[in-house]
């Protein structure tokens, strides 16, 4: 207390010099519009940046709950854009019940091989969350492969970029089909076989998914034509696909189930049974 009392007297002089300023400025900036102006400019500014400063930091912690409520806003925009692709041709129609045989899911990628020849990639999700072997996997850009395995809480999925790899595809001007696999030569360089040769191809062409599986819907972006050149029979064309994924750098996908799948395999199934 002593010591406190002492700093006192010794800056007796600067601590009246102090308040006297102090007062001074306030009585200024109260009586002055110009300065009382300029005094809340700065003030303004000085307060904005710090709050911009910590909105800056509050909006990077929650960057992972703003992508969660994104994927389930694209997840719900996904199924409404199904639900109206089914009923497009349908004069009549209740409102209240739209027909949609797809079920959309979302999931993180958390391991991602692509340097393989059999590359697979593990998700955060599965049975648990209702996932299934055999269920579609895209991204926002495209396709990404299909799941082939699936445990209590995770899934593998084998990537488009696997030799063992086929899906079913098309070039999205002309509607001519063929299958998708990987040379495993660029990880963003895929390849489209049996595209008969009456096919106008033309370098920059979408090719998308053909809707002939149970597992993907027709229409999924896969990627645009590199290059193409015909096979050594001159019947069909070897076409290069550059792809619109990034399959080196994916966080989350949704997952696709087709709801009459099991349908659509057991009649097939029953079919070749007869036939054998």
Do not use: C
């Amino acid at each position: 207390m002593q010591q406190i009392i002492f700093f006192f007297i010794r800056n007796k002089n600067f601590l009246l010099f102090a308040v006297l300023f102090t007062i001074s400025v306030a009585l200024t900036i109260q009586t002055h519009n110009y300065h009382n102006d300029k005094y809340i400019s700065s003030a303004n500014f000085i307060t904005g940046g710090i709050y911009s400063f910590r909105n800056n930091i509050t909006d990077y912690l929650n960057l992972g709950k703003e992508n969660e409520q994104l994927l389930q806003e694209n997840l719900m925009l996904r199924k409404k854009l199904d639900q109206f692709k089914e009923v497009v041709n349908v004069e009549k129609l209740d409102s209240t019940v739209l027909p949609n045989k797809f079920t959309y899911y979302t999931a993180r990628v958390i391991n991602n091989n692509y340097s393989k020849t059999k590359n697979q990639l593990t998700l955060d999700k599965g049975q648990s969350d209702s996932l299934k072997i055999d269920l579609g996997v895209i991204s926002s850009k495209g396709i990404v492969g299909i799941v082939s395995d699936v445990s209590e809480n995770y899934a593998t999925v084998q990537s488009i970029l696997n030799t063992e790899s086929r899906v079913n595809a098309k070039h999205k001007n002309s509607g001519h089909f063929g299958s998708l696999k990987w040379d495993t030569k660029k990880p963003n360089v895929i390849q489209l076989v049996d595209i008969p040769r009456i096919a106008p191809l033309a370098k920059g062409d979408t090719i998308v998914t053909s809707g002939r599986s149970t597992i993907f819907p027709e229409g999924i972006l896969i990627g645009t034509i590199k290059d193409f050149q015909l096979d050594k029979d001159n019947n069909y064309y070897y076409v290069n696909i550059d792809l619109f994924n990034d399959m080196t750098s994916l966080e989350h996908v949704y997952l696709i189930e087709n709801k009459e799948a099991k349908e659509i395999l057991e009649l097939e199934k029953g079919v070749e049974d007869v036939e054998q």
